[in-house]
C-alpha cells in the first residue's frame, strides 16, 4: 500500500494565507484546541491502521555538509530561509490510495486556530517511494 | 511441531470454528489465543494431532467467551448452542475463509492484511514487517477489518475476482519484503485453485508461478534492477515454468478466457525464448490485443505498443501510444515507453528526455535508478 509523507509548514505554501496568526498571538486555549486536534488525529489514523509516524520539529537547528578531505563537517546556525520553507512536522501513512492522503491532508488543514476557526494551512503530499520494482515485460 | 506446520493448520481450524456457525471476529480471537498456548505448553515437543488440540482449546476458548459475555449481561440463556462439527473439508475451508477475508465491503490494503493473517497464518508483526509499519497499526487494520466484516452477510454470492485481486496483490507486494510474499500468494492461489474449478484462478496461479521464476534474475548482486532482455536466463526457475505452463494450458483449453490467463500466456511466450532476441512477439502482440479488446485497460494498451514495436517498428509502435496520456495522466510508464521506442527509432536525446521525465514521476527506488541510466547512458 503507498505511503504518503504530510509535511507541515504552517504559515507556507503556494500563496499565503489570507489571515494567518502565529500561534503565540493565540489564546491559551486556542492553542489546548488546537493540540487536541493534533492528536485526535493521530487517534484517528491509528484506528484506521493509517498510522506510521507524527512527528514535530524544532525551527532551530543547523546546516551541516561535508568540508573536504580531512575537514571538520561545515556548519551553519543560518540565516534560515524564509519561514514558508521550513518544515514544522510532519504525518507518515499509509493508505489505500492518493484521493485517502489528499482527505486526511485537507482533514489536518481543518485544525482550529483563532477563533476556532479552520487554519487553511497547506500541507504539502509527498508520495514515498517503495524499493519494489513493478512486473515489466 | 514447528512453526510451518502451525501456520498450515491454524487456517484450518479457523476454517472449521466459522463452518460450525461462530462469529469470525470471535473464532480468530480464540485461535490467536489457543495459538500462543500452544506456543508455551509445547515447548519444542509437540503433540500427534496439532489440529485437533488447537480445534479442542479454541473451541473451549469461544464456550468461555460466550459464557463470561453472558454472565456479564446476565443473560444466562445467551450461550450459543454448538452445531454439529461438518465434515473435516479443509480446502473447502480455505475457500470460505478467503471468501470472508476478501470480502468486497473491506479496502484492499484490510483484505490483504486480514487474508494474511487469517488463511496465510502470518502473525501480525510479520505482516506489519511485510508493509513497513508498525505493528500496532497493522493490529488496528486487522482488528477494524473483523469488525466491518461482522456486520456483513456472509449468505451473498462471493465474488472470484475480488479474491483474485486481493491474492494478485499480495504477490506483487512481495517482490522486496522480508518475508517472502510472492511464496505466500501462491501458495495461497494454489489452495484456492485445489478448490475453485475456474479457469481465471489457474490462469493467475500461472501467471504467478511464471513471474516468479524469473525472480533471482531480476536483481543483480549490487540489488539493480535487470529488465527482461538483460537477465540471465540460466537463473530462470525451470521447474517453476513448466509448472506454470502446465496449468496455463488446461485452463486454456476449456475456452474461458480472462485477463489472468492471457497474461499468464505473455509471460509463459517470454518465459519460452532461448534468448530475447527469439521472442514471439507475433504471437505476444496477438495476444495483446485480445487483453485490450477485453479489458479495455490503458497499461494493457502501452504494453500492446511495446509489442507493435516489436513487430512493426519503434515508429508504429509511438504513433500506437498516442492517446494513451489523457488515460495514464503522469504515468511513469508511458513515459519510458516512449523513451524506448524513441532510442530504438535512432533519436537518443528525444529518448534520454523521456527517460529522465519517467524517473521523476516513478514511485519505486529501483525502477527510477534504472531509469537514470539509461538516460545517462544515452548522455554519455
Known sequence: MPKYLLLKHYSGGPEPLPDFVPMSDWTEEEISAHIAFQREVGRMLSERGEFVDAQAVSPDGAYVRYGGPGTAPVVSDGPFPEAKELVAGWYLVDVDSEARAHEIAAYVSSAPGKAGQPIYEWIEVRPVMSDAPAVTE | MND??????????????????????????????????????????????????????????????????????????????????????????????????????????????????????????????????????????????????????????????????????????????????????????RQLALECDEPEVAGLLALMLLHHARRTARIDECGALVPLDKQDRSLWVRTEIAEGVRILQAALARDRRGEYQIQAAIAALHDDAPTAAQTDWQQILAWYDELVELTGNPAASLSRAVAIGEVDGPLVGLRATEGLDARLPGHHRLEAVRAYLHERAGHPDIAAEHYVRAAATCRSTLERDHLTKLASRLRH
Request: aromatic share 4%; net charge neutral; proline share 5%.
Open chain 2, 4 to 189: 510451518h506446520t502451525l501456520r498450515v493448520v491454524a487456517p484450518q481450524v479457523l476454517g472449521i470454528l466459522v463452518r460450525r456457525g461462530h462469529d469470525f471476529a470471535a473464532a480468530e480471537d480464540a485461535l490467536q489465543e489457543a495459538l500462543l498456548e500452544a506456543y508455551q505448553s509445547w515447548a519444542g515437543q509437540g503433540t500427534d494431532d496439532p489440529k485437533g488440540w488447537l480445534l479442542t482449546v479454541a473451541g473451549r476458548k469461544l464456550i468461555d467467551a460466550h459464557r463470561s459475555e453472558a454472565a456479564r449481561r446476565r443473560r444466562e440463556d445467551a450461550m450459543a448452542a454448538q452445531p454439529a462439527p461438518g465434515p473435516a473439508q479443509q480446502a473447502d475451508d480455505t475457500l470460505l475463509l478467503l471468501f470472508l477475508c476478501c470480502h468486497p465491503a473491506l479496502s484492499p490494503a484490510s483484505a490483504v492484511a486480514l487474508t494474511l493473517r487469517a488463511v496465510g497464518g502470518l502473525t501480525t508483526k510479520e505482516i506489519a514487517e511485510a508493509f513497513l509499519i508498525p505493528e500496532a497499526t497493522m493490529a488496528q487494520r486487522i482488528s477494524r477489518a473483523k469488525r466491518t466484516l461482522a456486520g456483513q452477510s456472509l449468505s451473498q454470492p462471493a465474488d472470484v475476482a475480488v479474491v483474485l485481486r486481493v491474492l494478485y496483490l499480495i504477490f506483487n507486494e512481495g517482490y522486496t519484503a522480508r518475508i517472502d510474499l510472492a511464496a505466500e500468494a501462491i501458495r495461497l492461489t
